[in-house]
């Protein structure tokens, strides 16, 4: 694993506590917004002392789950959820399960580098198991968060594509996603439940330095990206019960230090609420398509037409 040094002018991200939803608005969403770590957040999260490796193995180890390496490849490795928890024990050792591309749905080769960043596991998990959020609170209260007040049909539609807004990250040292920010010009926020994440982050401003992502931020290769000097990158580790929350296209990158679980939700309010919208209609022909298997939602949302389908022409076939 690359040593993560901390840049010589990175930013410290902030830490606060006790802010009224009012003053939050106030210094952290007024103009392109800045990331901040809430300490309090997560104290009435039964989570913090109730999770464990073992919580899960127990309870859900027989689930499927599919872990990936974030590289931009649309592959997975399907297997059980015991198997991933005993992969995180012994990265060393071949992994179990089978690789399948995720476009085709069908099996495919191993990857080519297989040991370039330990798997990592992004669970739509809260649909399947509800009982989880009895032990945290996924809508924040230190921000008004508009979500909730979606109609329930398009709620569980969500939940069923990839834009679904809260789910776990599970993942050993190691495990990380590469520089991006989050679909749907949702704000976002990463609240760590167990092991420590180290997490850089750039202002949308700096989107023109950033190179659409593909720049390493602990790793930059300065022939390639020069603008990237000009990034000014934000720097934090989260610590176990700390909650850190980015607004709208802050772009972040976060690597495991330790096993680690993590809840990321992705949300909207007044501030973002143009841009979700505007994207969620850009992108509806992926709503349409979780819509087609889901007869409830379609009930309940009083859909009255057939879609004729859509070209996804980035997708290739289906
Ligand atoms: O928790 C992490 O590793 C980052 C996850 C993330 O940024 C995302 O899922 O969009
Ligand atoms: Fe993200």
């Not at 176990?240 to 929350?245: N, Q, R």
């Not at 330790?258 to 992108?283: A, C, M, P, Q, W």
Request: net charge neutral; charged share 20%; hydrophobic share 40%.
């Amino acid at each position: 694993m690359k040593t993560a040094t901390r840049s010589l002018h990175a930013l410290p991200v902030e830490r606060i506590a006790g802010l009224t939803p009012e003053l939050f608005h106030q210094r952290y969403l007024t103009g392109s917004g800045k990331p901040v770590i809430v300490t309090d957040a997560m104290d009435s999260w039964r989570a913090v002392s109730r999770w464990s490796f073992d919580f899960f193995k127990a309870r859900y180890g027989n689930d499927h789950v599919s872990p990936r390496i974030f590289n931009g490849v649309r592959r997975v490795k399907l297997m059980k959820f015991n198997g991933f928890l005993d992969y995180l024990d012994s990265p060393d050792a071949e992994s179990p399960g089978l690789w399948i591309d995720a476009k085709t749905l069908r099996p495919c080769p191993a990857p080519a580098e297989p040991g370039s960043t330990p798997l990592y596991l992004a669970w739509n998990v809260f649909r399947l198991h509800p009982e989880l959020l009895d032990d945290i609170e996924l809508s924040p209260k230190f921000v008004e968060d508009l979500l909730p007040l979606l109609p329930h049909g398009l709620l569980n539609t969500l939940y069923n594509t990839s834009y679904f807004p809260g789910g776990l990250m599970i993942g050993g040292r190691g495990a990380q996603v590469g520089l991006h920010y989050d679909f749907l010009r949702s704000h976002a926020y990463l609240a760590q439940v167990i092991g420590k994440k180290r997490c850089v982050l750039f202002s949308p401003e700096d989107s023109g330095a950033l190179y659409k992502g593909m720049v390493d931020p602990d790793a930059p290769d300065f022939e390639k990206f020069p603008l990237f000097r000009n990034a000014v990158p934000y720097e934090c580790t989260l610590e176990p019960g700390e909650l850190l929350f980015m607004p709208s296209r802050w772009w972040h990158h976060a690597v495991a230090l330790e096993k680690s679980i993590t809840v990321n939700y992705n949300f909207f309010n007044r501030v973002n609420f143009s841009g979700y919208l505007t994207h969620l209609l850009r992108d509806l022909p992926t709503i349409v398509n979780a819509l087609e298997d889901l007869p409830a939602e379609v009930a309940d949302l009083q859909i009255k037409w057939k879609s004729r389908g859509f070209d996804f022409p980035d997708r290739g076939p289906a």
